[in-house]
């Protein structure tokens, strides 16, 4: 079995990682969650302090979030498209029809009270 070069490896990943950036919805407050992502993570870069990272984090796990949303991202694992959702099902249950659409209690005489 052959292994591939690590240039291979890398190419491949560029094309995939290029295949989905071509997918993406991008709109001005995407890019502009975009900005604000990027200065967050200069900020964690920069950052000693353990409260001040934490709180980073967790502001960029928030932009995060929004931008994912907003660019149709799907979560990691999840490669399906958003807009299947919803959509249309052809199987639909038998409804009885009829006499039999609303069924009378029957009395049991064989109960004792």
Do not use: C, Y
């Amino acid at each position: 079995m052959q292994r591939r070069s690590a240039e291979s490896r890398a190419r491949a990943k560029a094309a995939g990682l290029a295949a989905v950036e071509a997918l993406r919805k991008v709109t001005p407050q995407s890019e502009r969650l975009a900005r604000q992502i990027e200065r967050i993570e200069r900020l964690i870069d920069e950052t000693d302090d353990a409260v001040e990272l934490q709180r980073l984090t967790s502001a960029h796990s928030k932009l995060f979030s929004a931008w994912q949303v907003l660019t149709e991202t799907p979560n990691p694992g999840n490669r399906k498209a958003k807009s299947t959702r919803g959509a249309f099902n052809p199987i639909q249950p038998i409804r009885p029809t009829g006499s039999d659409a609303n069924p009378q209690p029957v009395a049991r005489e064989d109960v004792a009270n």
